[in-house]
Nanobody
Framework: QVQLVESRGGLVQPGGSLRLSCAAS????????IGWFRQAPGKEREGVLC????????AYLDSVKGRFTVSRDNAKNTVYLQMNSLKPEDTAVYYC????????????????WGQGTPVTVSS
């Protein structure tokens, strides 16, 4: 079964850090780019970062540049999202997704999605 499973998010204080993981199964993980998206309450889903199958990565949101990084471990079929200096505006449900044509900021370019994990940044 092709699937992506995010690790549990949680409640983090402003300025804190959190690492999310995305475990893949059912497909040749090393062949695919993986993106991270988020959706805040009452807002549209937005692309956050993406990591290519080559390991190259890029952020789509200026607000996370310098704070969020993405990495992958192909031996473990896992992608990681490291979030530092978290702010209340980072509160959202975070999703990882498989890109079928390389990294993109458009959700329609992703064909497999995780179930999402909530992250709340609050004191």
């Amino acid at each position: 079964q092709v699937q992506l499973v995010e690790s549990r998010g949680g409640l983090v204080q402003p300025g804190g850090s959190l690492r999310l993981s995305c475990a893949a199964s059912g497909f040749t993980f090393a062949h695919y780019a993986i993106g991270w998206f988020r959706q805040a309450p009452g807002k549209e889903r937005e692309g956050v970062l993406c990591i290519a199958n080559s390991g190259g990565s890029g952020a789509y949101l200026d607000s996370v540049k310098g704070r969020f990084t993405v990495s992958r471990d192909n031996a473990k079929n896992t992608v990681y999202l490291q979030m530092n200096s978290l702010k209340p505006e980072d509160t959202a449900v975070y999703y990882c997704a498989r890109a079928y044509g390389g990294c993109s900021n458009y959700g329609a370019r992703y064909d497999v999605w995780g179930q999402g994990t909530p992250v709340t940044v609050s004191s």
